[in-house]
């Protein structure tokens, strides 16, 4: 890596220049010839088209079809009954808090990008940091719509929450499963907060540049009357720091608390001290697979690859790539953990899991989770940009497949082998997961068409300043 | 700006355009020097240094958002103490019916989100936001300060301004345009 692929100075990168790993040359964030005018226009104008494209019409269309799908689902589940789903004893847990959990997790890389990232100063991250944000967001709604219906009896899921009600009881503090409606509960309001508060200054940008009276009304109410003030910067950039502060041990918490519905059990294959950094591990994981998976078609319908730049995708598939290797590492570390104990069970239970009935579900999760990944060690695979969209939704697979073998091959082989049974899904179980997938691109291509998905006023500020060029300009006009 | 004694039409104050940051601190530079108290800068992005070149201070933000933090920490304290030890006891698996380490997970919770919320709606507060009218947005020039222009405004409240005076001061920083802002009512 000693040599220098380019000379181009500064002022004219090309758009293959900021690959060079030459720590001599900093790479350009935005590649092209671009302005702060420039940026403004390529990002807004998503949004400002007069006229809606066809694609969007019928991505959305699709989305929404299978959103209501989802809703008339949830009905049928009210309706009926929880005996709808295939679980039973002793499967009691399967595919909704897998889809809990799956969901829960691809939040997770947003808030990383959005808040960890920011603390270390990685610029790069600007670019996509919005559009991870609605990911989370967007994948928190639909985590949490699956524990909601869960509990039987919906009608009292208030009981969940600290308010009086008429049994005159409170809730239990001591359970990880109330944790759990803090966690996620904080965790959507502040991931939300964050969210709002970047887009403030973007969606002043789209008032002032809106050509309707309609628009500047909405845009202008959700703007807050920001007006990009010096003393309002200065409270907002403090803000926003405190605000990645906070934001950062949340999310470790939060997948360490939904790891404590399993660690705090007694379950053989779900008590492990492991638990919570390899769940927020691979929550990064698969976080990371979904942002690529969304934003790789987005970057080139939109016209963004300036903005979201190759080396942009190669970064995410660095974390890929070393995330990967920390699930595979815990999933070994449970096996050894297993034999090291001598404990019986505990033996038989992962034995079970990589061999037993489930050992399908088992092996795709470790080709998609340890194998696929390892592609990225090659710098030609890592900048490929459609092998790279295949690895992401192998990436969704193996960690959808994860959740399932945590949770199902460890209940279902039971301590009596009378009450062993073969766990499968029923229509509304498989249903409902492509609903939930409804419901979370509905939303997301309604943030696509109404809001700048990449954060504008945070990417002039990681933009090379033009030099000042009116030293000696002619005397201002009044 | 609370006025009360003003007519239909009064000065809001004088605006300087710019173009790039480094003539924006300039310019805010000399304008602090100069004294003005009740003057701004308008800028599309955070302009790196603009807060020493107009000498704005520190903001009180990090003190209210660390009080709100411990006061959700102690309100979850309290509120688990309350609900489980002495108003309903819960006596589960003969555990203790108070006991720190099982309440710590939501005590932080409630630290985080009373600290996040304080964060946000603090600076909304502070920053007197939202307020959907201001007299700025009446200058079409001034639309692009979220777009690529940056803009420095003295404001007629301030006890140095003066008409002429503070017109020739923004002269001198030599702005791309020069606007007078009035105050609609």
């Given at each position: 890596m000693s040599t220098m692929t380019s000379d181009t100075s500064i002022g004219i990168p090309s758009v293959a220049d900021n690959l060079s790993d030459d720590p001599r040359r900093r790479a350009p964030l935005v590649v092209g010839d671009n302005n702060y005018a420039t940026v403004t226009e390529k990002v807004c104008s998503v949004v400002e088209r007069p006229k809606t494209p066809l694609a969007w019409y019928v991505a959305f269309g699709v989305s929404a079809a299978l959103a209501t799908y989802m809703v008339v689902l949830i009905g049928y589940l009210f309706w009926t009954g929880i005996g709808v789903w295939g679980n039973n004893q002793p499967v009691g847990w399967a595919f909704e808090i897998v889809n809990f959990v799956f969901w829960v997790g691809i939040g997770h890389a947003g808030t990383l990008i959005s808040a960890i990232l920011f603390l270390l100063r990685q610029h790069w991250r600007t670019a996509i940091n919005r559009f991870a944000e609605a990911m989370t967001i967007f994948a928190v709604i639909c985590a949490g719509l699956f524990p909601a219906i869960h509990v039987g009896r919906p009608w009292f899921a208030y009981w969940l929450f600290p308010i009086p009600n008429q049994m005159n009881m409170w809730p239990n503090f001591r359970s990880p499963l109330l944790w759990d409606v803090f966690a996620v509960s904080t965790y959507f309001t502040v991931s939300l907060l964050f969210w709002y508060v970047g887009l403030i200054p973007d969606l002043a940008t789209l008032r002032d540049r809106a050509q309707t009276r309609l628009r500047s009304f909405i845009y202008g109410i959700f703007a807050?009357?920001?007006?990009?003030s010096a003393r309002h910067w200065h409270r907002y950039e403090v803000a926003y720091i405190l605000l990645a502060g906070l934001a950062t041990p949340l999310v470790l918490s939060v997948h360490s608390v939904v790891s404590f519905d399993f660690a705090t059990s007694q379950i053989p294959g779900w008590h492990a001290t492991i638990f919570p950094p390899y769940f927020v591990a691979g929550a990064i994981f698969s976080g990371f697979g979904m942002v690529l998976t969304l934003i790789i078609p987005c970057r080139k319908w939109y016209g963004l690859e300036e903005v979201i730049t190759l080396r942009h995708l190669e970064n995410m598939n660095k974390i890929i790539l070393s995330t990967g290797m920390m699930v595979g590492l815990a999933y070994g570390t449970e096996f050894f953990i297993a034999a090291y104990s001598s404990n019986p069970i505990e033996e038989f239970t992962f034995i079970n899991r990589a061999l037993g009935p489930y050992a399908w579900a088992y092996w795709i999760m470790i080709c998609c989770n340890v194998v696929v990944p390892q592609i990225f060690w090659s710098r030609a695979m890592r900048r490929s940009v459609p092998v790279m969209f295949v690895v992401s939704i192998l990436v969704n697979v193996g960690m959808w497949f994860e959740r399932f073998v945590i949770i199902v091959s460890s209940l279902?082989?039971?301590?009596?082998?009378?009450?062993w049974h073969y766990y499968s899904p029923t229509w509304v179980d498989v249903s409902m997961l492509i609903g939930s997938f409804g419901v979370f691109f509905t939303l997301f291509l309604l943030f696509l068409r109404f809001v700048p998905m990449v954060a504008i006023a945070e990417l002039k500020g990681v933009m090379p300043q033009p030099a000042s060029?009116?030293?000696?300009?002619e005397a201002p006009h009044a | 700006m609370p006025d009360t004694t003003r007519n239909a039409s009064s000065l809001f104050g004088y605006l300087a355009e710019f173009d790039t940051p480094d003539d924006l601190l300039e310019a805010a530079k000399s304008v602090r020097d100069a004294g003005y108290r009740c003057w701004d800068s308008y800028t599309p992005f955070p302009v790196h240094g603009l807060d020493d070149a107009m000498g704005i201070q520190r903001t009180i933000l990090p003190w209210i958002v660390t009080i709100s933090g411990f006061t959700g920490c102690v309100v979850a304290l309290v509120m688990q103490w309350w609900m489980n030890a002495r108003d309903f006891p819960y006596l589960i698996s003969g555990k203790p019916l108070w006991s720190i380490p099982a309440n710590i997970p939501i005590v932080f919770e409630l630290t985080v989100l009373f600290s996040a919320l304080a964060a946000v709606f603090g600076m909304f507060e502070l920053n007197k936001l939202p307020r959907l009218h201001h007299p700025l947005f009446s200058s079409e020039r001034f639309r692009r300060a979220t777009t690529d222009r940056m803009f420095v405004v003295i404001e007629a409240e301030d006890p140095l301004f003066d008409e002429v005076r503070t017109r020739h001061l923004l002269e001198s920083l030599q702005p791309l345009a020069l606007e007078r802002i009035e105050d609609k009512k």
């Amino acid at each position: 890596m000693s040599t220098m692929t380019s000379d181009t100075s500064i002022g004219i990168p090309s758009v293959a220049d900021n690959l060079s790993d030459d720590p001599r040359r900093r790479a350009p964030l935005v590649v092209g010839d671009n302005n702060y005018a420039t940026v403004t226009e390529k990002v807004c104008s998503v949004v400002e088209r007069p006229k809606t494209p066809l694609a969007w019409y019928v991505a959305f269309g699709v989305s929404a079809a299978l959103a209501t799908y989802m809703v008339v689902l949830i009905g049928y589940l009210f309706w009926t009954g929880i005996g709808v789903w295939g679980n039973n004893q002793p499967v009691g847990w399967a595919f909704e808090i897998v889809n809990f959990v799956f969901w829960v997790g691809i939040g997770h890389a947003g808030t990383l990008i959005s808040a960890i990232l920011f603390l270390l100063r990685q610029h790069w991250r600007t670019a996509i940091n919005r559009f991870a944000e609605a990911m989370t967001i967007f994948a928190v709604i639909c985590a949490g719509l699956f524990p909601a219906i869960h509990v039987g009896r919906p009608w009292f899921a208030y009981w969940l929450f600290p308010i009086p009600n008429q049994m005159n009881m409170w809730p239990n503090f001591r359970s990880p499963l109330l944790w759990d409606v803090f966690a996620v509960s904080t965790y959507f309001t502040v991931s939300l907060l964050f969210w709002y508060v970047g887009l403030i200054p973007d969606l002043a940008t789209l008032r002032d540049r809106a050509q309707t009276r309609l628009r500047s009304f909405i845009y202008g109410i959700f703007a807050l009357g920001w007006r990009g003030s010096a003393r309002h910067w200065h409270r907002y950039e403090v803000a926003y720091i405190l605000l990645a502060g906070l934001a950062t041990p949340l999310v470790l918490s939060v997948h360490s608390v939904v790891s404590f519905d399993f660690a705090t059990s007694q379950i053989p294959g779900w008590h492990a001290t492991i638990f919570p950094p390899y769940f927020v591990a691979g929550a990064i994981f698969s976080g990371f697979g979904m942002v690529l998976t969304l934003i790789i078609p987005c970057r080139k319908w939109y016209g963004l690859e300036e903005v979201i730049t190759l080396r942009h995708l190669e970064n995410m598939n660095k974390i890929i790539l070393s995330t990967g290797m920390m699930v595979g590492l815990a999933y070994g570390t449970e096996f050894f953990i297993a034999a090291y104990s001598s404990n019986p069970i505990e033996e038989f239970t992962f034995i079970n899991r990589a061999l037993g009935p489930y050992a399908w579900a088992y092996w795709i999760m470790i080709c998609c989770n340890v194998v696929v990944p390892q592609i990225f060690w090659s710098r030609a695979m890592r900048r490929s940009v459609p092998v790279m969209f295949v690895v992401s939704i192998l990436v969704n697979v193996g960690m959808w497949f994860e959740r399932f073998v945590i949770i199902v091959s460890s209940l279902n082989r039971d301590f009596l082998p009378s009450s062993w049974h073969y766990y499968s899904p029923t229509w509304v179980d498989v249903s409902m997961l492509i609903g939930s997938f409804g419901v979370f691109f509905t939303l997301f291509l309604l943030f696509l068409r109404f809001v700048p998905m990449v954060a504008i006023a945070e990417l002039k500020g990681v933009m090379p300043q033009p030099a000042s060029t009116r030293r000696n300009a002619e005397a201002p006009h009044a | 700006m609370p006025d009360t004694t003003r007519n239909a039409s009064s000065l809001f104050g004088y605006l300087a355009e710019f173009d790039t940051p480094d003539d924006l601190l300039e310019a805010a530079k000399s304008v602090r020097d100069a004294g003005y108290r009740c003057w701004d800068s308008y800028t599309p992005f955070p302009v790196h240094g603009l807060d020493d070149a107009m000498g704005i201070q520190r903001t009180i933000l990090p003190w209210i958002v660390t009080i709100s933090g411990f006061t959700g920490c102690v309100v979850a304290l309290v509120m688990q103490w309350w609900m489980n030890a002495r108003d309903f006891p819960y006596l589960i698996s003969g555990k203790p019916l108070w006991s720190i380490p099982a309440n710590i997970p939501i005590v932080f919770e409630l630290t985080v989100l009373f600290s996040a919320l304080a964060a946000v709606f603090g600076m909304f507060e502070l920053n007197k936001l939202p307020r959907l009218h201001h007299p700025l947005f009446s200058s079409e020039r001034f639309r692009r300060a979220t777009t690529d222009r940056m803009f420095v405004v003295i404001e007629a409240e301030d006890p140095l301004f003066d008409e002429v005076r503070t017109r020739h001061l923004l002269e001198s920083l030599q702005p791309l345009a020069l606007e007078r802002i009035e105050d609609k009512k």
